[in-house]
């Protein structure tokens, strides 16, 4: 894998690329990533792979909760999806914020 020192992209291959595909950097701007900040990279996939897949499931639980307040039974249900659905919408919110500061930082989704 490279990295290019300029953006932070990350390129799977056994050479750099030519140019950066995200900010165009020269080839010499690549630098090979090998051991421990390889391990970096790996980890940090997997944990933006868990955010992902809670998002999903966020998006599930707002999807559920909007046909829960459709189906209007009581008023206590109607109140027990609106707070899922205002928890859903935040932590979906907040699990997307924390994927972009570790992009921003250059650890990679
Ligand atoms: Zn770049």
Not at 79 to 100: D, G, M, P, R, V
């Amino acid at each position: 894998m490279w990295k290019c020192s300029v953006c932070n992209y990350v390129h799977n291959g056994e050479e750099a690329p030519h140019k950066c595909p995200k900010c165009g950097a020269d080839q010499e701007k690549f630098n090979q990533l090998t051991g421990e900040s390889l391990e970096k990279v790996e980890i940090s996939r997997f944990s933006n792979s868990l955010l992902k897949e809670l998002i999903l499931q966020m998006e599930q639980l707002q999807e559920l909760a909007e046909a829960g307040i459709e189906d209007d039974l009581d008023p206590g249900c109607v109140k027990l999806y609106k707070e899922a659905l205002e928890s859903a919408k935040f932590l979906k919110q907040t699990a997307l914020a924390e994927i972009e500061i570790h992009v921003s930082r250059g650890k990679w989704g």
